[in-house]
């Protein structure tokens, strides 16, 4: 009696093992291959001109030192197509929110996209912002930008900006 009251008890051990393994409430998810791709592009930020590529939408609030409450519009050229806006954010120092999307037009990732949203405070010689979502080869897109500011014309706001990317896809 003893050796089927062991067998049973080790019987219902082990069905309670087997029927709750992966029971951790996330068996309804797996893995896919990721993908991390590194790439740089050139942002040209053209303010003067007869075909500036960036407007200003919205001038700052008056006596202001940083751009605070300026709203830019863009459609720079890169390596790919930046599109988006920038606006001063900060009353005393010259940061930026940034939303902005880049377009590829050539190449593997032809009509692909990221988006990068966040905080910009152009005058740190590197800057990091995260790439919120994307489209194309870049869907589900996830990672960070470093944008170096390469060249700045101090009397026309003309800039040009390295972008390094980082970003995780599926």
């Known amino acids: 009696m003893a050796k089927l009251i062991f067998f049973l008890a080790v019987q219902i051990i082990?069905?309670?093992?087997?029927?709750?393994?992966?029971d951790d409430g996330e068996d309804f998810a797996r893995t896919i291959d990721t993908k991390l791709t590194h790439f740089k592009v050139y942002w040209h930020d053209i303010l003067s001109g007869p075909k500036p590529s960036s407007i200003r939408i919205k001038p700052p609030v008056t006596n202001s030192t940083s751009y605070f409450?300026?709203?830019?519009?863009?459609?720079?050229?890169?390596?790919?197509?930046?599109?988006?806006?920038?606006?001063?954010?900060?009353?005393?120092?010259?940061s930026f929110l940034v939303g902005m999307n880049f377009a590829f037009k050539t190449g593997k990732y032809n009509g692909s996209t990221i988006t990068i949203l966040g905080r910009n405070p152009v005058l740190s010689k590197v800057r990091e912002m995260p790439i919120v979502g994307g489209s194309g080869l870049f869907r589900?897109?996830?990672?960070?930008?470093e944008a170096r500011t390469k060249l700045l014309n101090l009397k026309n706001g003309d800039a040009i900006v390295e972008y390094s990317c980082y970003v995780l896809h599926y």
């Open 140 to 145: 589900f897109a996830r990672g960070y930008v």
């Open 69 to 94: 409450g300026g709203v830019t519009m863009f459609d720079n050229a890169l390596t790919a197509t930046g599109q988006g806006f920038y606006s001063g954010a900060a009353q005393k120092e010259f």
């Open 14 to 22: 082990f069905l309670a093992a087997v029927s709750s393994a992966g």
